[in-house]
């Protein structure tokens, strides 16, 4: 891992909020939604006391091992949700609180992601839909290392690829139909880079 002083190497977008003009999406990005001392702190806790785990996942008829590492959080009254789970973080709930009042939502669930160097990334996907919806609201923050965001219409391809820097205290709310219609991903770089931690919290329902 990266040594807390390290933070310092981490870039920072311009202050401001850009709702992007895209069809069949919603897409808000908002840099310095922290302030680099606040991003500072919470990337050096979240990455040193989080419980990281590795999972596998199913890609072209194969089982692999992910190449990032998570950890799930989610309220103990969401139905079927592990009793024995870990238990939010005052951290955590405080990063929640200012989503939940800048998007004017609830959000029960939280994925983290941690990008260990530039081999971790996540592939095109759109997030599964047997918990959320077809149309979940993903409220998304990141802390670290500057990583790219990627974007692609589904269907029409007409419409160039959208690539948006994610910077250390940055937030970017999906929402509407921009799950149905789009995939995105995080690609490898071939650059040195520190680590990278994201939270996507969500809105999650077993009963689906």
């Not at 008829?61 to 190449?67: E, N």
């Amino acid at each position: 891992m990266t040594l807390f002083s390290d933070t310092e190497l981490f870039t920072t977008g311009s202050s401001g909020k850009i709702v992007y003009d895209l069809p069949d999406c919603e897409l808000i990005l908002i840099d310095n939604f922290f302030s680099k001392e606040e991003s500072d702190r919470f990337y050096e806790r979240i990455l040193r006391k989080t419980k990281w785990r590795e999972y596998e996942m199913e890609m072209f008829d194969k089982i692999v091992t992910a190449p990032r590492m998570i950890s799930w959080y989610e309220d103990k009254d969401n139905p079927g949700a592990d009793q024995k789970g870990p238990d939010w973080t005052y951290d955590l709930l405080t990063i929640r609180g200012r989503v939940e009042k800048e998007t004017e939502l609830d959000f029960n669930s939280l994925l983290l992601n941690l990008y260990r160097d530039g081999n971790d990334s996540v592939a095109w996907h759109s997030d599964k839909e047997h918990n959320t919806g077809p149309n979940p609201v993903i409220a998304s923050v990141t802390f670290g290392e500057t990583r790219m965001f990627r974007l692609r219409h589904k269907f029409r391809k007409d419409i160039d690829q959208v690539e948006i820097p994610l910077h250390h205290g940055s937030f970017l709310l999906m929402a509407g139909t921009t799950n149905s219609f789009w995939q995105h991903q995080v690609p490898k770089t071939a650059r040195d880079v520190l680590p990278r931690i994201n939270l996507t919290f969500r809105r999650t329902n077993r009963n689906l």
